[in-house]
């Protein structure tokens, strides 16, 4: 069970993890399960997969007790930005823009943190890895609470603890308690620009402001921290790479445990109308011609072979233009920014 699975079509107030019937008929099933089609499309498109990141990351870990290990806990979709690639599933703040557009949507309005009590009845004893992600987490209790809670069974220090967090929000004292006691904390940063494109990427997000939160992470003598920076490539971004690998080189390369600080990459798609839009496979032929010359220059041969690998795998078409320029357009149109100067290497390349 994770957080890109599709949706069981039953809601459950309390979830029996070792019986629960969802779960059960996905633990009969060894490959191509449907739940898990978002991550099996990214593997045939050459893409490493979030299923197959996970392998990687826990091979000596891997289970097969029907035991709570792995938690993925969606906080609420409160959030501070509306990313360009984003939506109302995953932030609050788009449901203007979504109401402005006329586009559809499932609306998931603010609930209390405190209502979501599911995690009041699970076991945590043998939880070894716990992710947050939103929403903007640090924006929520929920974390908070569950923490205690792990805390209260004694196995908090057993935990990895890992966000995805879009770095506008210092720890509170609480949480900086709770980070000092879990075996590892985990913070993936999601930054997708800097600069001036990072304002209009995940506006209403300032770079200034969120450079010196980056930056205060970096200095935290916390001994436990680990940092990664991940990058979300779209046509919005895909021409300013170089710019985020610049500034890692120059300001967040290590971390205060003079760890390197990586850049992960993962690709927009069909959480959203905008990630839709701007994801690669929607792409133009002069905009692949473009990015692919661009893509040859950026300095991180990981990167650079990732992004080349993705843009082969699409083809193009001309007719996706004119709905980048329209979406694009809109945005500007309701949030007083302008991607035809901010963005202008995008710009230039559905003109030529």
Not at 98 to 108: A, W
Not at 170 to 188: C, D, G, M, N
């Amino acid at each position: 069970m994770c957080c890109f699975q599709h949706l069981s079509p039953r809601t459950y107030n309390t979830i029996d993890f070792e019986n629960n019937d969802y779960l059960q008929e996905l633990r009969k099933v060894d490959t191509d399960v449907a739940q898990c089609s978002s991550c099996l499309i990214d593997e045939r498109r050459g893409n490493q997969s979030h299923r197959q990141a996970h392998i990687l990351a826990n091979a000596n870990n891997e289970t097969r007790q029907t035991k709570l290990t792995t938690l993925t806990y969606n906080c609420e979709n409160t959030c501070n930005l509306a990313c360009i690639t984003c939506g109302p599933r995953y932030s609050s703040k788009w449901k203007p823009d979504y109401q402005r557009m006329n586009i559809e949507f499932v609306s998931f309005e603010k609930q209390s943190t405190h209502k979501n009590t599911v995690y009041k009845d699970l076991d945590f004893s043998c939880l070894k890895f716990l992710h947050f992600q939103g929403g903007e987490p640090l924006l929520t209790d929920d974390h908070l609470l569950i923490l205690s809670k792990i805390k209260e069974q004694n196995n908090l220090e057993n935990v990895v603890v890992s966000y995805n967090t879009n770095g506008n929000f210092l720890p509170s004292p609480e949480t900086l308690e709770l980070w000092r006691q879990a075996k590892l904390v985990k913070l993936y940063f999601s930054i997708d620009a800097v600069g001036e494109q990072y304002n209009i990427v995940r506006n209403p997000g300032e770079w200034h402001k969120v450079e010196q939160v980056l930056l205060y992470y970096r200095d935290l003598d916390l001994p436990n921290l680990w940092i990664e920076i991940g990058t979300t490539v779209s046509l919005a971004n895909v021409f300013y790479i170089q710019d985020i690998i610049n500034w890692r080189d120059q300001f967040f390369s290590k971390t205060h445990n003079d760890d390197e600080i990586k850049i992960y990459i993962t690709f927009a798609g069909a959480t959203s109308y905008g990630g839709q839009v701007l994801a690669l496979n929607n792409i133009t032929p002069a905009i692949k011609s473009a990015a692919l010359a661009y893509v040859a220059t950026v300095s991180d041969d990981v990167i650079k072979n990732t992004l080349t690998s993705a843009l082969n795998s699409v083809r193009g078409s001309p007719a996706h233009a004119d709905t980048i320029v329209d979406y694009l357009n809109k945005i500007d149109q309701f949030r007083g920014t302008d991607w035809k100067t901010t963005l202008s290497k995008l710009h230039t390349a559905i003109h030529e």
